[in-house]
């Protein structure tokens, strides 16, 4: 009996021990890649740094609103908003605070916040936070639970730690873990900059080898061949150890220092020079650098002419561009954040579920295009009437007399009906002139134009005047 009790009340994945086998308990670090990434892929690629830059600070640029789930009423004034406009002392205003977590995420595939305030446990905080701080993903760790869920997450630095545990209930914690789809690992996110590692790294060597040129004066690398001639034919002769050490001095003064580019190469009896590497040219170097920057906006979702790449206009111009950058990165990036900090953070100030975080598509400037693509669209609707196109649009009903009748133009007709001849009066209609009546008005009519002769030219004008015509 008590087994089928707690069958009944016990609410776990059938999965979750599997997955924490061997590591319940153990702190599971953030794989070391993230240093890498971090440096090469950002600090020294400017076009990850470029699409990085360009998703966390749009995306943070989009205002918040908060609002009522159900009837969609925004609610202006509440302790939510304020802490979100001041997260924290270090970082002033939501923008900052938001480029700051995304970035994390863009980079590493993880980013963590912790909530800071007054609460009963930690384990489950129900009292209001009062900050709210980003941390580093490399310096923090998930310790796995037993049920395939974090027990707690541990940040190190400087010798010490900090360990925040994880409800195994809610699953509620003082820290946020948002985090990227992995398809091997199950604690931690994948980094966009990971898929585009080959082209990073590429694009890292494209530049380094127009580097290398420059120091080089610009001149492909080389071997030098000693082969001196006596009588005329060639001999096996080789330079001996001193002449073979000041021959690779000069050489490396001339290739590591800048200040000597320029100095003449001074080629004693029997030096040759020999061509050994492809010229730029050959290795088409440029367009292969412009793939490489292709290919790293590809794993970000930037398109390729917003980043400055030549050839590279994939939209039919920048405001098409934006629009595409915006659809297909970063609104589905933000939309994950949102589902993050309404299932994490709202239910901090409160349990009531009604109230959750979103954003104002009409305040998005890169959305206009959109915006009139689709009222474009509902306005050449004629089977809407005026206050179902308005409230397809997001506005209030009209109250005119006709808004909820449909206004059809009268032009317009049906397709098997074009080119017949239209249909004679009905010889019952009330209004139609006999044809008796209408020989005796044309007579009188005829007889009084006679009678005023110098209306003879204005005929069709008197005659559309008496008739109505």
């Known amino acids: 009996m008590f087994d089928r009790l707690r069958n009944y009340f016990t609410k776990e994945s059938a999965v979750g021990h599997l997955i924490s086998l061997m590591q319940v308990g153990r702190a599971k670090w953030t794989p070391r890649l993230y240093d890498q990434l971090a440096k090469e892929g950002y600090q020294k690629n400017v076009v990850a740094y470029r699409c990085i830059n360009l998703i966390a600070n749009s995306s ?15 609610v202006t004034n509440h302790a939510a908003l304020t802490l979100m406009a001041r997260p924290n002392p270090s970082i002033h205003g939501q923008v900052a605070f938001l480029s700051t977590c995304f ?27 009062r900050e709210l701080w980003p941390l580093r993903p490399d310096r923090m760790k998930i310790i796995p639970g037993p049920l395939g869920m974090p027990q707690g997450y541990q940040y190190e630095v400087n010798m010490r730690k900090h360990v925040w545990p994880v409800s195994p209930l809610t699953g509620r914690s003082s820290i946020l873990h948002s985090k990227s789809f992995h398809p091997t690992d199950d604690w931690y996110g994948f980094s966009p900059i990971e898929a585009a590692a080959f082209a990073v790294d590429q694009h890292n060597e494209a530049g380094a080898w127009n580097k290398a040129l420059l120091d080089n004066q610009a001149r492909p690398s080389g071997a030098l061949t000693y082969a001196p001639k006596i009588d005329g034919r060639e001999t096996s002769a080789s330079l001996s150890k001193q002449q073979e050490d000041k021959l690779r001095g000069e050489i490396e003064e001339m290739t590591d220092a800048s200040r000597q580019l320029g100095r003449p190469f001074l080629f004693q009896g029997g030096l040759s020079w020999v061509e050994m590497s492809l010229s730029p040219k050959d290795m088409d170097w440029l367009r292969g650098q412009d793939v490489s920057a292709r290919n790293v906006c590809q794993a970000f979702n930037v ?11 994939t939209y039919a111009n920048n405001r098409e561009a934006r629009l595409g950058l915006y659809e297909e990165g970063i609104l589905p990036f933000l939309d994950e954040y949102l589902t993050d900090f309404n299932s994490w953070l709202l239910p901090m100030f409160s349990d009531n579920d009604e109230l959750e975080f979103a954003y104002d598509m009409d305040a998005i400037p890169a959305l206009t295009l959109r915006r009139e693509r689709k009222f474009e669209m509902i306005q050449g609707a004629d089977f809407l009437t005026l206050n179902e196109k308005r409230l397809e649009m997001g506005w209030e009903e009209s109250e005119e007399e006709n808004a909820d009748k449909l206004i059809v133009d009268s032009s317009k007709q049906l397709l098997e009906k074009v080119g017949e001849e239209p249909e004679p009066p009905d010889d019952d209609d009330d209004n139609a002139i006999p044809p008796e009546d209408e020989d005796e008005d044309e007579k009188e009519f005829q007889k009084w134009m006679n009678a005023n002769g110098n209306l003879t030219k204005h005929t069709d004008r008197v005659r559309k005047i008496a008739y109505g015509d």
């Open 103 to 129: 970035g994390f995420k863009l980079i590493a595939g993880n980013s963590y916040i912790e909530a800071v305030g007054p609460r009963k446990d930690e384990v489950n905080p129900h009292s209001p936070p």
């Open 303 to 313: 398109p390729p002419q917003l980043v400055g790449i030549p050839d590279q206009q």
């Open 60 to 74: 943070a640029r989009i205002p918040w609103v908060l609002r009522n789930r159900k009837s969609g009423e925004e």
